[in-house]
């Protein structure tokens, strides 16, 4: 049976234990998720993506242009190794982080791997005037995110305990179905070990 903790708002949250790292594609609100269930739970809350841009002082549109995909993989490949060491927090990995498959190792082992996962129109929708996207700085944005959601669902569904289908729920209705995931993932955890 899970145990519950009181959040700041004076609402009873389940207590999950351990990190939780959240991976989709880009537009599928992993940050904003993130976010709100860290607070939600009393985890630090760290975005991969944001993590790189604080150390390089660029954007990761820069490092693309000037380290090219390999380079920037490069960068994210050591933040995550670095975030996964940690204990208690929520981490938003980048769309891509899971194409290296060290980086889908040291998730799947040391936390519990949420995927977001979203229609394809919906990421479209979300990230059609978003300009932070190298990958999607095409003539033709639609293709590209269908050609790399066609590479990376079998990924992400790979790496992932469990699955969170996104829609088109409020982002607080999402956190909460999400923590009741998450929590009756870890009681039967608990249960198969015992």
Known sequence: MASYLRSRSGKSSPTIAGNIFLVGMMGAGKTSVGRVLAKRLGKAFY???HVIEERTGVRIPVIFDIEGEEGFRSRERAVIEELTEQHNIVLATGGGAVLD???RRRLHERGIVVYLRAAVR????RTRH??????LQTGDPHARISAI???RDPLYKEVAHLIIET???SLHSLV???EGQLAAYQSQMA????
């Open 191 to 194: 249960k198969s070990t015992q």
């Open 130 to 135: 978003d300009k932070n996207r190298p990958l």
């Open 149 to 151: 959601y066609q590479q």
């Open 101 to 103: 498959a060290e980086n």
């Open 167 to 169: 829609g088109s729920p």
């Open 122 to 125: 919906e990421l479209i929708n």
């Open 47 to 49: 975005d991969s993506d």
């Open 176 to 178: 909460i179905r999400l």
